[in-house]
């Protein structure tokens, strides 16, 4: 029964990560197209840009997609001055063909991305170094501090806490022995045996 009714919550959250995965699928291609009618110049600049954080979002397969934030962030500073400059000055294709076949300006918006692939790259283990280091640290506080405490209550009360537990298991172990060996007392004569005599 539990098993079963695991299978059916399963199957009901697939269903609804389905039914909200089905709009962005329909948003996405919409806006593209929405964008692409109101401003196809923008459209052409931010598509051919933005190529690198396309990458990023096809090879990036964690649940995060820290890869797709780092690279698409970047990427996003160097597209965002040249598409400022077309809607400011010449917002048309012809305006936007004349940015993108601007090498330097390529140079810019490519360059960008992989400054957001190299803080992806290097990021990480200097995050994990200085928490490595900061945990030996407290290793080595909280070992002073236990040094402290030994020296302010004495090593006495630890081995008397040894002590005491080594005790007890061997009180229990002789409690075990003593019940399981008969006492004297406890022997019973046979009814049908005749007391010895004493010799005369």
């Known amino acids: 029964m539990a098993k079963a009714k695991a299978k059916k919550t399963k199957a009901a959250n697939m269903a609804v990560s389905a039914g909200r995965r089905l709009p962005m699928k329909l948003v996405i291609p919409l806006a593209i197209g929405a964008a692409s009618m109101i401003s196809l110049s923008s459209l052409m600049l931010i598509f051919f840009g933005m190529l690198p954080t396309v990458v990023a979002f096809i090879i990036d397969r964690s ?16 597209v965002f001055p040249y598409l400022l400059d077309l809607w400011l000055k010449q917002h048309t ?24 692939w190299l803080l992806f790259i290097a990021i990480p283990p200097i995050v994990a170094s200085v928490l490595n280091v900061l945990a030996q640290h407290r290793v080595v506080h909280l070992r002073a501090r236990q040094k402290k405490i030994l020296e302010e209550w004495s090593k006495a009360v630890a081995e008397d806490v040894k002590e005491s537990g080594v005790l ?12 399981e060996t008969p006492s004297d007392a406890d022997e019973t004569v046979p009814s049908g045996a005749a007391p010895a005599e004493k010799a005369a």
């Open 63 to 78: 649940y995060q997609r820290s890869n797709t934030v780092c690279v698409g962030g970047a990427n996003l500073c160097g």
């Open 93 to 116: 294709v012809t305006g936007a063909m004349h940015i993108l076949t601007d090498v330097f300006a390529i140079a810019v918006m490519y360059c960008a991305a992989a400054f957001g």
């Open 168 to 179: 007890k298991d061997q009180k229990s172990a002789d409690g075990s022995e003593k019940a």
